[in-house]
């Protein structure tokens, strides 16, 4: 059930970027400006839908997180990029390219042997302080070394670092999330005297505004792929430091799970190559700067 769970999350957060951006699409010929923009956005039920799914899949990944570990749920939470490539090639009629089709295969493939291979079990579900505290200072020293690096060097060098910080972030986000889930049977009133339901507010805010500075400082192809490796290897590391998630990686199991780990992280870095996402992406990036364009079938920006 967590498999599936966190598959549902996953798709929901594809889908959901899909119709926000065709909310803020059917929004831009009605007003160009940046200031009328948002508002006019607010107008079209397509980007509620959005919301509604986005909210839906952390819902869905906080159930997961409930009844499943760490460094399961979130590996398969980058299966997002795969349902992202599937319903736009689908949605825009595209044709995917061979290399689209075989890259989310190698995912696929890559992450279930991974996933069964390690078959990692939680050892408990209440991290101590002490744990905590070593976390977060290695955490956000990580985190800000990365934006330090981000600030100087070639574009792809610094859409990369900037990935690498977001994916921490976002790791980071997912454990307490993993905190607060772990708290519902005390009630949601205990759940929200607990400082992890804000953290996941604040942590997450951090990680977003540092991914579209990633998207905004080079290729999407250095941010993404920087972020998509970084995210699970920085979730699986916390689920064993926090809950003592007890992964399998001695012997052959060991080698079996870094060449499949490193087929799924190779079929990432393809897919996040893809015209597809980068048409996507860009997009995103532009329509913050107020230039908001329209994806054309082909993938292409208009």
């Known amino acids: ?26 929004a831009h010929p009605v007003s160009k400006r940046s200031h009328h923009l948002m508002a006019s956005v607010l107008k079209r039920p397509i980007w509620y839908a959005g919301l509604a799914l986005t909210t839906g899949g952390f819902i869905l990944q906080a159930v997961a997180l409930s009844f499943g570990n760490l460094s399961t749920v979130q590996p398969i939470m980058v299966s997002e990029i795969v349902f992202l490539v599937l319903i736009l090639g689908i949605w825009f009629h595209h044709q995917l390219r061979w290399i689209d089709l075989a890259a989310v295969c190698g995912t696929a493939i890559g992450l279930g042997f991974f996933l069964w291979l390690s078959y990692s079990k939680e050892g408990h579900s209440y991290p101590s302080k002490y744990d905590w505290m070593l976390l977060l200072v290695a955490a956000v020293g990580a985190i800000a070394l990365s934006a330090v690096a981000a600030q100087r060097g070639p574009r792809s060098w610094r859409a990369a670092w900037y990935g690498v910080s977001a994916g921490i972030c976002f790791a980071l986000t997912a ?10 049977p005390h009630g949601v009133v205990y759940v929200f005297e ?34 998509l490796i970084v995210n699970p290897l920085s979730s699986i590391v916390m689920g064993i430091w926090l809950f003592r998630d007890h992964v399998h990686a001695t012997g052959s199991r060991a080698i079996g799970e870094g060449l499949f780990l490193g087929l799924m ?28 364009p329209k994806m054309r079938t082909d993938g292409s920006i208009a």
């Not at 454990?175 to 519902?184: D, G, L, M, R």
């Open 194 to 227: 607990h400082p992890a339901a804000y953290s996941v507010a604040v942590v997450g805010l951090i990680g977003l505004i540092i991914a579209q500075h990633a998207l905004d400082a080079g290729p999407v192809a250095a941010s993404q792929a920087a972020l």
């Open 265 to 292: 992280f190779y079929s990432l870095l393809l897919l996040s190559q893809s015209p597809l996402i980068s048409s996507t992406r860009e997009a995103e990036r532009l329509s913050d700067r107020n230039s908001v």
């Open 175 to 184: 454990a307490f999330i993993k905190t607060v889930a772990n708290e519902w």
């Open 1 to 26: 059930m967590v498999f599936l769970l966190a598959l549902l999350a996953a798709g929901a957060n594809a889908f959901a970027t899909v119709l926000q951006r065709l909310g803020v699409e059917a």
